[in-house]
């Protein structure tokens, strides 16, 4: 367990987000169309350095394409320790049959018995990450990061 003196806040390089990113298979893709924020949580793999994820026609679907810029989180905690990968970057519909089939091998699976054969993936722009151990409450004067 960690305390007030332990370091409570680690950045995390890029290599770690990616491997910290590799090791969990829930995340939150967030898109932003006509001013309007909306977040969806989505399973997901990654890819060599991109998130790749399987959706179906919708709203998640549609806003991808109408504004590609996105975000993407996923994070992960336990009782004593936790940390926070954000990727920014491109959507992108994977629309050549050899990007489909490629993507089809890859340990990607729906959680809902819906359709969903559209490939989406996020080329990223930036990735920043940081990993947090809790602990107790620093003393009254303590100076916050």
């Known amino acids: 367990m960690s305390s ?26 967030a898109v932003s ?10 399973n ?3 890819d060599d350095r991109s998130i790749l994820m399987r959706t179906g026609e919708g709203s998640k679907l549609l806003e991808a394409t ?3 810029l996105v975000a993407f989180e996923a994070d992960n905690v336990d009782r004593f320790h936790g940390w926070s990968v954000v990727v920014k970057g491109t959507a992108r519909v994977l629309d050549t049959e050899r990007e489909e089939l490629a993507a089809a091998r890859l340990p990607l699976e729906s959680w ?17 990450g940081r990993r947090f151990a809790f602990g107790g409450e620093a003393p009254v004067g303590f100076a916050e990061l």
């Open 4 to 29: 007030f003196t332990d370091e409570p806040i680690t950045v995390l390089s890029a290599e770690e987000c990616w491997a910290v990113l590799r090791r969990t298979t829930v995340g939150r893709l």
């Open 33 to 42: 169309v006509a001013g309007q924020p909306d977040v969806f949580p989505i």
């Open 112 to 128: 809902l018995p819906t359709s969903k054969q559209v490939y989406l993936r996020i080329e990223p722009a930036e990735i920043a």
């Open 44 to 46: 997901f793999v990654v």
């Open 66 to 68: 109408i504004n590609p």
